[in-house]
């Protein structure tokens, strides 16, 4: 595992969130993350690539193996060319949701990384950025 | 069909979720669940969870779905194992389970169902 690694995986159908899962923990583990922050960034990872998977689709995620100041992390991109968020404001609202789900997924993803960027273009697609530091 | 297994130990249904789960399996578990403590009149059932590195929203819902139809078809659950890092996670996401009956490990959560059907 070394800085500036990089890597994209399809996340396009429910067993592609599994192997989601299982890429990041391998990585963290791999940055010498603690397990409780593993546990956490691989729980947001979860939440943001059925997101992907259920509100995008043909959707992706990259990742980045990230080196600042002597310490490592891990930076994740969800991007898809779905339908978009109309209301970023609205969906970052804590048990809104859209579907059928309990509108936990992005603000709880949110809350379980260090740094979280949500953009979206109706029409366009969503993309969403979470950096972890080891 | 990929199926989580569901053991029958006297009047309770046991359930060791072992895989990383995806979300089909999950709901496939829920219904498979009710249909057996339909046609075992099962009064428990014990749900391990403690080979589960996370507990994300769906699964949460999971849980409390499976909780909540157990109780509407007059049997208990208790949720058991869960790992204290899963557990603070957990609780950062935002569930905190209600309604869900939730025990340290097997043993306790054995006693619990046991308890709450005698009485």
Known sequence: MSPGESGTLPVRIEQDVVVARQTVRKLAQDCGMRLIDMTKLVTAVSELARNTVVYGGDGDMDWHVLKEVGRLGLRLTFRDTGPGIPDLKLAMTDGWTSGNGMGLGLTGAKRLVDDFVLESSPGEGTRVVITRWV | ?119
């Open chain 2, 1 to 119: 069909m990929e199926r989580i297994p569901i053991l029958q130990m006297g009047q309770f249904l046991l359930v060791t979720i072992q895989v990383d789960m995806h979300d089909q399996l999950a709901l496939t578990l829920q219904e498979d669940l009710a249909e057996r403590i339909n046609a075992t009149s099962a009064r428990g059932v014990l749900i391990d969870i403690s080979a589960l590195d996370i507990v994300d929203s769906f699964i949460g819902r999971m849980i409390g779905t499976i909780s909540g139809l157990s109780r509407v078809m007059d049997a208990e659950t208790v949720v058991v194992g869960l790992q204290p890092a899963v557990a603070i996670t957990l609780v950062e996401l935002g569930l905190t389970l209600p309604g869900v009956s939730t025990a340290l490990n097997v043993e306790r959560g054995m006693k619990l169902l046991r308890e709450r059907v005698t009485t």
